[in-house]
């Protein structure tokens, strides 16, 4: 079933499998907030096709350039200076799930749920062109209410996965990196999104993983992203931060949330992160 809105937002639901995609063009209440009533907690996929702009994910402001793309997993909330000139995919797993199709699109755990976070990409005239061509498959196949509907527009959503994807490698990674490098570090990205309240060793990951803690070290060294630790860290902080900004819950109870046996292990962590104190940072 697909639901038209204005200025252009397409809404097709799966009533069997509450899978849901959605697109959004010239949309001026484009945004996701906070713990909303009638949030859809998906992966988003926002093209900028205006001047550069910023978008601001839980309420940190980035610069996204013109044509620019922004990757947003469920838990980030966000806005735009312009939401008007953004085209917006948004998706959630029941109608299709990274993970379970990582051999279609191997994105998990690298433009999805991987660093930075979130992923802004500069694409270049290619990939513009390529997104460009797709966009109004899109909206025509938005129109064509059938039993083959879904399944087109899954097909037409790969297909734009998989082009951000092959853009993001070249932009982010070493030309020399090999598959199996590039395959480890999504699997410990991933591991770190499931486990991050629990294990905040990479030895935990490292053992998960098969491999050496000197292994994970290696490849990210490589990669040229941050550590295996501070990844884990970056994500902890990102969690509480959220928390922090959006609910009332004392710092005690995130940092028992988060895993911390004290208080103030969580604060001293979350200071060397962000600069700023959990307490600091709510005021």
Known sequence: ???????????????????????????????????GKDTHYQLTIAWNRGPAQRIYVDDIGYELPEDGLALLVVAHTFYFDRPEDIVAWGFNRDFYCVIDHDQEVSCAGFIFYGFPNPMILAPDENTVRKISLLLPVFTDEFKDNDNLQGEMLRMLLKRLIVIITRTAKKQLLPEDTLAPEYDLSRQFSLLVEQNFREKHQVADYAALLFKSPKTLSNVFHKLGGNSPLQFIHERIVLEGRRLLLYTDKPVAEIADELGFLESGHFSRMFKRVTGDTPTALRA
């Open 1 to 35: 079933m697909v639901l038209k809105f204005g200025p252009m937002h397409y809404q097709y639901k799966e009533q069997k499998t509450g899978g849901n995609l959605e697109l959004w063009a010239g949309d001026a209440g484009l945004k996701r907030v906070p713990f």
